[in-house]
């Protein structure tokens, strides 16, 4: 290919590639507000079922969003009430008792430990090497040490209060979101040509009913488990059963891994901080029966309306979600392989099929 002005292509090729650093750099500056751009919009569209479902009940549309966005609130705040004054309790609990063990001498780690390099090791100088321990101790900068956990700390509460106006953001967004998703999806569709227009509704309808379905579900199933949890963790004895209970309630909202993962530290706690490692085995063995009813019976019922994805879907699509954006990623992932799977199902086979 001849070119016939070098120089005006070289000057064009080089703004392409400044526009094109240009615009990536401004994704990396934005990327935080677009975080919350799409976590909004993916728990709208988890809310969107239930207001449609008010709305077939005569409800207007502003009366079904206010009262769905007022339920969640409520939900989270009565579990909000109602767990953390029982963890706080707990934690509470075991402070004290650690507190306890070492007034009365009954505990003491480093004597323990001193005994245990004794025994275990007769040839050990164990006195030289509390000694040598005890003189790098003396020697260390505390000044500096205390500068660093204060800058520590500080660091932690600016990412706390920063995750918490991250989270009144997304609560923002979410409401603005749920409250204007028919004047959304109105605006997205009338960019597609007229005649094309209805089956693009169409999929579109089908994507955001399979997204909202799914997010829907898997809330529910983390419910369950953590509900079931909680009461069979009380009447085993398991220690903080509340602790745990949140715990697997978070870890089940996890797809494909969450409730096994859940499930081993639940048992793992249990078998350390339990006072018999029977409370252990009970705990396991009840995970493993839950892990099977979830899997084959409340799964099922509960995620039918959502598009079924297969397993090796799912895996490929958390690990390439969670690597991209963490945990929000994981959990997105899912739902948009399922979109990509409606367009591969409905569109790009019945091309191949007519030609």
Same mark, same amino acid.
């Given at each position: 290919m001849k070119i016939h002005n070098p120089f005006r292509?070289?000057?064009? /090729?080089?703004?392409?590639?400044?526009?094109?650093?240009?615009?990536?750099?401004?994704?990396?500056?934005?990327?935080?507000?677009?975080?919350?751009?799409?976590?909004?919009?993916?728990?709208?569209?988890?809310?969107?079922?239930?207001?449609?479902?008010?709305?077939?009940?005569?409800?207007?549309?502003?009366? /079904?969003?206010?009262?769905t966005i007022l339920a969640v609130l409520a939900a989270f705040a009565g579990i909000i009430l109602m767990v953390v004054p029982v963890i706080v309790q707990q934690i509470g609990q075991l402070v004290a008792a650690i507190q306890k063990m070492i007034e009365d001498g009954s505990w003491n780690p480093i004597e323990d430990l001193r005994d245990w390099m004794t025994a275990q090791f007769p040839l050990l100088k164990v006195d030289d090497v509390f000694e040598y321990v005890q003189e790098w101790l003396n020697s260390l900068d505390y000044g500096a040490i205390g500068s660093e956990i204060?800058?520590?700390?500080?660091?932690?509460?600016? /990412?706390?209060?920063?995750?918490? /106006?991250?989270a009144f953001i997304v609560l923002i967004l979410t409401i603005y979101f749920t409250a204007s998703t028919p004047s959304l999806k109105r605006a997205a569709y009338q960019l597609v040509p007229a005649s094309k227009r209805a089956r693009f509704m169409d999929l579109g309808e089908q994507i955001t009913d399979s997204v909202g379905y799914y997010v829907m579900g898997q809330v529910s199933l983390g419910v369950i488990n953590?509900?079931?949890s909680a009461i069979f963790l009380s009447i085993i004895g398991a220690p903080f059963p509340a602790v745990l209970a949140v715990i697997a309630f978070f870890f089940s909202l996890i797809p494909l891994v969450g409730t096994l993962t859940g499930s081993t530290i639940i048992v793992l706690i249990c078998l350390g901080l339990a006072e018999s490692p029977v409370t252990a085995l009970i705990a396991a063995i009840y995970y493993l029966v839950y892990m099977q009813i979830e899997a084959y019976v409340i799964s099922p019922r509960i995620m039918g309306r959502a598009v079924a994805v297969p397993g090796a879907v799912v895996v490929i699509a958390a690990l390439a979600g969670g690597s991209l954006l963490g945990l929000l990623g994981a959990l997105v992932a899912i739902p948009v392989a399922a979109s990509i799977l409606i367009i591969y199902r409905q569109v790009v086979i019945p091309r191949q099929n007519e030609r």
């Amino acid at each position: 290919m001849k070119i016939h002005n070098p120089f005006r292509t070289a000057l064009l /090729a080089t703004l392409g590639v400044g526009l094109g650093l240009l615009l990536i750099g401004s994704i990396q500056n934005l990327q935080t507000i677009l975080l919350y751009v799409g976590t909004a919009l993916f728990l709208s569209l988890g809310l969107d079922p239930i207001v449609a479902w008010l709305e077939r009940r005569k409800l207007p549309r502003w009366a /079904a969003v206010l009262i769905t966005i007022l339920a969640v609130l409520a939900a989270f705040a009565g579990i909000i009430l109602m767990v953390v004054p029982v963890i706080v309790q707990q934690i509470g609990q075991l402070v004290a008792a650690i507190q306890k063990m070492i007034e009365d001498g009954s505990w003491n780690p480093i004597e323990d430990l001193r005994d245990w390099m004794t025994a275990q090791f007769p040839l050990l100088k164990v006195d030289d090497v509390f000694e040598y321990v005890q003189e790098w101790l003396n020697s260390l900068d505390y000044g500096a040490i205390g500068s660093e956990i204060g800058g520590s700390i500080i660091a932690i509460g600016g /990412a706390v209060l920063s995750g918490l /106006a991250g989270a009144f953001i997304v609560l923002i967004l979410t409401i603005y979101f749920t409250a204007s998703t028919p004047s959304l999806k109105r605006a997205a569709y009338q960019l597609v040509p007229a005649s094309k227009r209805a089956r693009f509704m169409d999929l579109g309808e089908q994507i955001t009913d399979s997204v909202g379905y799914y997010v829907m579900g898997q809330v529910s199933l983390g419910v369950i488990n953590g509900v079931l949890s909680a009461i069979f963790l009380s009447i085993i004895g398991a220690p903080f059963p509340a602790v745990l209970a949140v715990i697997a309630f978070f870890f089940s909202l996890i797809p494909l891994v969450g409730t096994l993962t859940g499930s081993t530290i639940i048992v793992l706690i249990c078998l350390g901080l339990a006072e018999s490692p029977v409370t252990a085995l009970i705990a396991a063995i009840y995970y493993l029966v839950y892990m099977q009813i979830e899997a084959y019976v409340i799964s099922p019922r509960i995620m039918g309306r959502a598009v079924a994805v297969p397993g090796a879907v799912v895996v490929i699509a958390a690990l390439a979600g969670g690597s991209l954006l963490g945990l929000l990623g994981a959990l997105v992932a899912i739902p948009v392989a399922a979109s990509i799977l409606i367009i591969y199902r409905q569109v790009v086979i019945p091309r191949q099929n007519e030609r």
